[in-house]
């Protein structure tokens, strides 16, 4: 059985107890997993974000639908008018008029769908990012 301070982290060479690692097999996950992740070269991994990051640019159909909708107006609720009999005592057994209902709000545009990506322009910088390796 190897003594506690045997174990390594691969990692970063950094001896640890068994209560961190206790059996030889975890060492060997870490071992495994260091592998594993050196195998990923830096340029590798700058790929795989830069296509993830990519968003298309938007086409300026978009930008005048989103200036008109912020400059719409809001509809403010109409003040529902106090009733005169409600000023004198009780003149008449009439009930109160209701209020009137507030005018229903103008409906928002749809917006514009969305471009589909260029493909050829995915495809050139799939490439571009390739060939850093």
């Known amino acids: 059985m190897p003594s506690q301070e045997s174990f390594q982290v691969a990692a970063h060479g950094v001896p640890t107890t068994s ?6 097999s975890e060492t060997a996950l870490v ?3 260091t592998a594993a992740a050196s195998e990923t070269t830096p340029h590798e991994a700058v ?36 009733p005169a009999a409600a000023a004198t005592p009780a003149a008449t057994s009439a009930p109160a008029p209701a209020p009137a209902p507030a005018p229903a709000p103008a409906p928002a545009p ?14 050139r910088l799939y490439d571009s990012t390739r060939s850093l390796d």
């Open 19 to 24: 209560a961190c690692h206790g059996t030889a």
């Open 31 to 33: 071992d495994g997993a």
């Open 47 to 82: 790929a795989e974000r830069s296509l993830v990051l990519y968003v298309p640019p938007l086409p300026p159909a978009a930008f005048a639908t989103a200036a008109a909708t912020a400059a719409t107006p809001a509809v403010a609720p109409a003040a529902a008018p106090a």
């Open 110 to 123: 749809a917006p514009a769908p969305a471009p589909a990506p260029d493909a050829v322009a995915v495809a």
